[in-house]
């Protein structure tokens, strides 16, 4: 019995890691066709492509299209939930899982949004578009960097099944302020706002789309917040009010 049990582990073990790695690269997938979908860049349908409607339908589909990412995002990030979650599945599967249905829920934003092609601004100027360009990158580049800071691979799920296929312990977490984070508590979000906002052609589409992911960056943020102070407690509530949250505070740090 002991050898066929030594197998069954052995399967369940190489199961949880194939999935956490098909999770981990169709994520990967969503955030580059997310990429493009904002840039315009590569993709075979942006932010702007697509036969347009009327503006209210446009707006109410993509409103709740936004709003089903937001809820998504935010429910399944809470710590009642998770706890939910891993009642149903293996916990060394819970963080892949989200990354998942995250990765889904951008797809299906992709599939259905509906361009509003009015213009809002366009900038002529090659070296104001340049600019703007330089900083759309800049912001993506400030996302990946922040997620490495911290652990790039546990953040997406990976670490955890790796840790499960080699049976080593799950650690506890550890508060840290590497880098960006000693200028500013969510440079990831920063990052993403950065690119959201950076583009030399702002159509009314793409408005609502930065208008609505920037909205849920900052509530999302509030609750990471108190999720994170449950979790750290005194140290993280100093850091609060040493550090700006996701624009940088002005003032010094104090020591």
């Given at each position: 019995?002991?050898?066929?049990?030594?197998?069954?582990?052995?399967?369940?073990?190489?199961?949880?890691?194939?999935?956490?790695?098909?999770?981990?690269?169709?994520?990967?997938?969503?955030?580059?066709?997310?990429?493009?979908?904002?840039?315009?860049?590569?993709?075979?349908?942006?932010?702007?492509?697509?036969?347009?409607v009327d503006?209210?339908?446009?707006?109410?589909?993509?409103?709740?299209?936004?709003?089903?990412?937001?809820?998504?995002?935010?429910?399944?990030?809470?710590?009642?939930?998770?706890d939910r979650?891993?009642?149903?599945?293996?916990?060394?599967?819970?963080?892949?899982?989200?990354?998942?249905?995250?990765?889904?829920?951008?797809?299906?934003?992709?599939?259905?949004?509906?361009?509003?092609?009015?213009?809002?601004?366009?900038?002529?100027?090659?070296?104001?578009?340049?600019?703007?360009?330089?900083?759309?990158?800049?912001?993506?580049?400030?996302?990946?960097?922040?997620?490495?800071?911290?652990?790039?691979?546990?953040?997406?799920?990976?670490?955890?099944?790796?840790?499960?296929?080699?049976?080593?312990?799950?650690?506890?977490?550890?508060?840290?302020?590497?880098?960006?984070?000693?200028?500013?508590?969510?440079?990831?979000?920063?990052?993403?706002?950065?690119?959201?906002?950076?583009?030399?052609?702002?159509?009314?589409?793409?408005?609502?789309?930065?208008?609505?992911?920037?909205?849920?960056?900052?509530?999302?943020a509030r609750?990471?917040?108190?999720?994170?102070?449950?979790?750290?407690?005194?140290?993280?509530?100093?850091?609060?009010?040493?550090?700006?949250?996701?624009?940088?505070?002005?003032?010094?740090?104090?020591?």
């Amino acid at each position: 019995m002991r050898p066929q049990k030594q197998t069954n582990s052995l399967t369940v073990h190489l199961l949880c890691l194939l999935y956490s790695i098909a999770c981990y690269l169709i994520f990967l997938a969503a955030v580059l066709y997310l990429i493009g979908f904002t840039g315009g860049v590569l993709v075979p349908k942006n932010i702007n492509d697509g036969p347009a409607v009327d503006w209210p339908t446009a707006v109410l589909i993509n409103g709740l299209l936004l709003i089903l990412f937001g809820v998504q995002h935010s429910l399944m990030a809470r710590r009642s939930f998770k706890d939910r979650m891993i009642a149903l599945i293996a916990p060394v599967a819970e963080r892949s899982t989200y990354v998942l249905l995250s990765s889904l829920v951008l797809g299906v934003t992709f599939w259905l949004w509906q361009p509003i092609p009015y213009t809002v601004w366009e900038v002529e100027a090659a070296w104001a578009k340049a600019l703007l360009s330089g900083l759309f990158w800049l912001g993506w580049g400030l996302v990946l960097l922040a997620t490495f800071l911290i652990s790039h691979f546990e953040l997406f799920g990976l670490k955890q099944a790796f840790d499960h296929w080699r049976n080593a312990p799950q650690k506890a977490a550890i508060f840290k302020t590497p880098l960006l984070y000693r200028v500013v508590r969510h440079p990831m979000y920063l990052g993403f706002l950065i690119a959201l906002w950076a583009t030399p052609h702002m159509t009314a589409g793409h408005l609502l789309f930065a208008l609505g992911m920037s909205v849920y960056l900052f509530v999302g943020a509030r609750f990471e917040e108190r999720d994170l102070v449950q979790l750290f407690g005194e140290p993280y509530q100093r850091y609060q009010r040493e550090v700006g949250m996701i624009v940088p505070q002005l003032k010094k740090r104090r020591c």
